[in-house]
């Protein structure tokens, strides 16, 4: 009987090495913390079940800052960090070579590190381009001069020469400035832009307009 308790309990204290080596047992606790990278603008609100944080940008722009929650988990519990309000001008999520670091169970790993990223926004610029037929081809327009370009072709058109809308092909990130230029005129008329350069704000411009008058060429 002495042989086999004496058996049994050094059983038990290799269970209770390999817990601890695995990242905790159940009298631990754990801090849910994490990472968050490209973060420009304040107000970025994260939540885990049911608590909220804010987190602020980093001091010096372009290094990844870091949180925590207040409240701790036992081993075993469960979290899930996720974002609740994302901040001005950007979108927030979980950081893709991170996938399976914001959800998991207290004690799995040593640490909880939940990481995150944030892009700024981006938007369309266009509007409608008026005067062209399907016998004016050739139209180049372009946003500056690497940020993407279009050519409006016959098909993109009409018989009557009325208006239709356009988009140029490379959105542009909130507060930079775009700037749209005819490159190349169409065949046989010359065409104006209104609107041509901005700053872009939170939402699509849809207001650099074409007007082209025919020359008969």
């Not at 058996?7 to 849910?32: E, F, H, N, P, Q």
């Not at 949180?67 to 001005?88: E, H, I, M, Q, R």
């Not at 999520?93 to 959800?103: E, R, T």
């Not at 266009?126 to 037929?133: E, F, S, V």
Request: hydrophobic share 35%; with cysteine; proline share 5%.
């Amino acid at each position: 009987m002495m042989k086999f308790s004496l058996i049994r309990s050094a059983a038990m204290l290799a269970v209770a090495v390999g817990l601890a080596s695995c990242g905790g047992g159940g009298d631990d606790t754990y801090t849910v913390a994490g990472t968050v990278e490209g973060l420009q603008y304040p107000s970025l609100v994260l939540t885990n079940n049911g608590e909220d944080i804010t987190v602020a940008p980093p001091a010096k722009a372009g290094d990844p800052v870091t949180f925590s929650f207040p409240k701790k988990l036992d081993y075993g519990d469960t979290y899930s960090v996720s974002v609740k309000a994302n901040p001005p001008h950007q979108s927030c999520g979980v950081n893709q070579f991170y996938q399976l670091s914001a959800a998991d169970t207290a004690g799995r790993l040593a640490v909880i590190n939940a990481r995150f990223s944030c892009v700024v926004n981006e938007y369309t610029i266009g509007g409608t381009i008026t005067g062209l037929t399907k016998d004016n081809t050739g139209l180049v327009l372009a946003n500056g001069s690497t940020t993407g370009s279009i050519t409006i072709g016959a098909a993109d058109t009409n018989t009557t020469g009325t208006a239709f809308e356009y988009q140029m092909p490379v959105t542009v990130p909130y507060n930079q400035t775009y700037s749209v230029a005819v490159i190349t005129q169409p065949k046989g008329a010359v065409c104006t832009v209104a609107n041509p350069s901005g700053t872009m704000g939170d939402a699509n411009v849809t207001n650099i307009n074409i007007t082209c008058a025919q020359t008969g060429a």
